[in-house]
């Protein structure tokens, strides 16, 4: 009999095998969520040159309040004023618009009266010049983004501030989800009276999508060795999601398929509750994880590896593989077995978490109703509410 892997052995063990995926370059649109590469520095520098940061009137000469000038034409964004200005001129200046070479000083509108071309300046105009100087953003050079960064939507706007398309990232990890089960049937289809509908592909899609997983595919098969195997040996995924199957029984597949297919298995099961069928195993720069097929035991092992899976092949290596937050316990909870077990709980109030009332790995609604994973090691003593314990959030 296979012995059971201590879960932060299994997590570790799993961690120690992985690699990133190659950099490669990627469009700005693509590039969120993504770890860079490489360092991005400003092609360009930001502003390119002086320019007008209110609505109002470039002057020659130092503003003086009462003064009267003359306009001679006006600068707007995208466009400057061509001629030149001298003493007792001014050009109508917009928010954006290249400074007049000659004009250094900006007096906004709302301090000045016009009457035609005749600009009468108010008697509180302030000493604040209203001018954005070149390079007062960045410079041509400059590091934007440094390599190692998460890619958020502020850093991508800076990227292409400094007039990048593209930048170069380690790529979001593709999945494959694959389901097997003669008993299984598509959602929304008319399902045979004894069936029972696939849903944990469409969790664990979704559940990898939020974990920052690239393109993801969810499969269906049947209890049949020689198509999965084909499926699992075709696979082109970074990372492979089995559903079922991965225990030892005659129906069992996911093993001799794997095996098969020329995958290592180096996690064979783990001490886990739910979820004691979880395998892990690579193949050439792929990697499987092998879930239970109860619903609850498949999602509560996801939220466990595939986390720190997807971000360390995503070249974001986590602090913690298994990132729980301290919480209080709501309710009296008995000692904990030899396995290490994650409880569906909801929070109540101040009072911290409480499980709900069954922890059966078949009840999905009680899972939808519950807003933690609550953690309780393996062998835990006995702990009483308001005693601290460690919970896994789920996704809201």
Not at 195 to 211: E, P, T
Request: aromatic share 4%; charged share 20%.
């Amino acid at each position: 009999m296979t012995a059971m892997v201590p879960l932060e052995t299994a997590l570790q063990r799993m961690l120690d095998d992985v690699q990133p995926l190659k950099p490669q370059s990627a469009p700005l649109m693509e590039a969120d969520g993504c770890v860079l590469a490489k360092e991005c520095r400003a092609k360009r520098t930001q502003p390119p040159y002086d320019v007008s940061a209110m609505d109002g009137y470039a002057l020659h000469d130092t503003p003086r309040a009462g003064a009267e000038l003359t306009v001679i034409g006006e600068a707007a964004a995208g466009g400057g004023f061509a001629g030149s200005v001298g003493s007792g001129e001014a050009v109508r200046i917009f928010t954006g618009a290249p400074m007049p070479p000659d004009a250094p000083h900006i007096v906004i509108q709302e301090d000045t009266r016009r009457e035609g071309d005749r600009l009468l300046l108010g008697s509180d105009i302030g000493d604040k010049n209203h001018v954005r100087p070149a390079g007062g953003d960045f410079s041509k050079g400059d590091v934007l983004v440094s390599a190692g960064t998460r890619m958020a939507p502020q850093h991508v706007m800076l990227a292409a501030s400094g007039n990048h398309a593209t930048v170069s990232v380690v790529p979001k990890p593709s999945v494959l989800v694959v389901m097997n089960g003669d008993e299984l049937a598509w959602p929304g289809k008319d399902a045979r009276p004894d069936a029972i509908i696939a849903s944990n592909g469409f969790a664990l899609a979704a559940l990898a999508k939020r974990l920052g997983a690239g393109d993801v595919e969810v499969e269906l098969l049947k209890d049949d060795l020689s198509a999965l195997t084909k499926t699992l040996a075709d696979a082109k995924a970074d990372i492979i999601l089995t559903v079922g199957g991965a225990s030892v029984g005659d129906y069992d597949l996911v093993r001799p398929a794997l095996s098969n297919a020329g995958f290592s298995i180096d996690v064979p099961k783990v001490a886990l509750r739910p979820g004691k069928p979880t395998l892990f195993g690579q193949r050439d720069g792929q990697y499987v994880l092998g879930l239970p097929g109860n619903p609850v035991s498949a999602f509560v092992s996801a939220m466990v590896f595939l986390r720190p899976l997807v971000a360390a092949i995503a070249g974001r290596p986590m602090d913690d593989p298994l990132p729980l937050e301290e919480s209080r316990a709501a309710a009296d909870l008995p000692t904990n077995g030899p396995r290490a077990h994650f409880m569906r709980a909801q929070k109540h109030g101040a009072s911290g978490y409480a499980p709900v009332q069954s922890q059966d790995s078949s009840l999905m609604k009680l899972l939808a109703s519950s807003n933690a994973l609550l953690f309780r090691p393996a062998n835990a003593p006995a702990i009483t509410a308001g005693d601290p314990c460690g919970i896994l959030r789920l996704p809201v």
